[in-house]
């Protein structure tokens, strides 16, 4: 399974983003979740959001309320809608996808990582 993330950027605080992440490959797995972890320098890699094939969601607390994750089962793709961005946000973020093949064994993918900055 091959990840390819979009979006990212720089934004003032209060501000928009949207990252998208693409799966491709991998036709004998089934993708189960996808999601966006951050990463902040030093620190390990953090849930922001995750959503399951079924819509399943769940969020960061600190991003609940101003960021929505969304799917696209069909095109395996996973969206996530920041608004109200605060400096806080300001991170390295990654997609993830968790897959299953047909024997039930599980595999974890990792995307390239996208800047977002936020300043004032």
């Known amino acids: 399974v091959q990840l390819q993330a979009s979006g990212g950027g720089l934004v003032q605080p209060a501000g928009s983003l949207r990252l998208s992440c693409a799966a491709s490959g991998g036709s004998t797995f089934s993708i189960v979740r996808m999601g966006w972890y951050r990463q902040f320098p030093g620190n390990q890699r953090e849930l922001v959001a995750s959503?399951?094939?079924?819509?399943?969601?769940n969020y960061a607390d600190s991003v609940k309320g101003r960021f929505t994750i969304s799917r696209d089962n069909a095109k395996n793709q996973v969206d996530l809608q920041m608004n109200s961005l605060k400096p806080e946000d300001t991170a390295v973020y990654y997609c993830h996808v968790g897959a299953k093949d047909f024997l039930g064994a599980e595999y974890a993918y990792w995307g390239q990582g996208t800047e977002v900055t936020v300043f004032s």
């Open positions: 959503i399951t094939s079924t819509g399943s969601t």
